[in-house]
């Protein structure tokens, strides 16, 4: 009896294991790829980049600009609220910008105690 419980958790377990393997490249198959920026966002993405330079000097290299559809998206780190609040307001001005999303962070150096 103990045999034939061994046995069947075997098969089981073999069951299990290759029908993961099955699933795992069908599955696979079906995600959507990641899709390249059109030439449209490119030149958005620099006009926002511009806009940044051109308003926030040297803080804007620590800035990056995605978009897709005219939807624009800020990510990095500047030093405060003030600068994350002035991004996202020069982006939103960029003809072309639909909407603007920020994903910018705030970083600082002050130590509290």
Do not use: C, Y
């Not at 897709?68 to 960029?94: C, F, I, Y």
């Not at 072309?96 to 962070?105: E, T």
Request: net charge positive; proline share 4%.
């Amino acid at each position: 009896m103990a045999i034939q419980l061994n046995r069947l958790a075997a098969n089981i377990l073999l069951a299990l294991v290759a029908g993961a393997a099955m699933v795992g490249p069908s599955m696979a198959a079906t995600e959507k790829p990641a899709m390249a920026a059109t030439p449209a966002d490119k030149e958005l993405n620099s006009a926002v980049m511009d806009a940044l330079k051109a308003s926030l000097n040297d803080d804007a290299a620590k800035l990056k600009v995605s978009s897709k559809k005219g939807v624009v998206t800020l990510s990095g780190w500047v030093n405060n609220a003030e600068l994350s609040t002035q991004a996202r307001e020069v982006a939103a001005k960029v003809p072309g910008a639909k909407k603007v999303f920020s994903k910018v962070r705030i970083w600082s150096t002050d130590v509290t105690k």
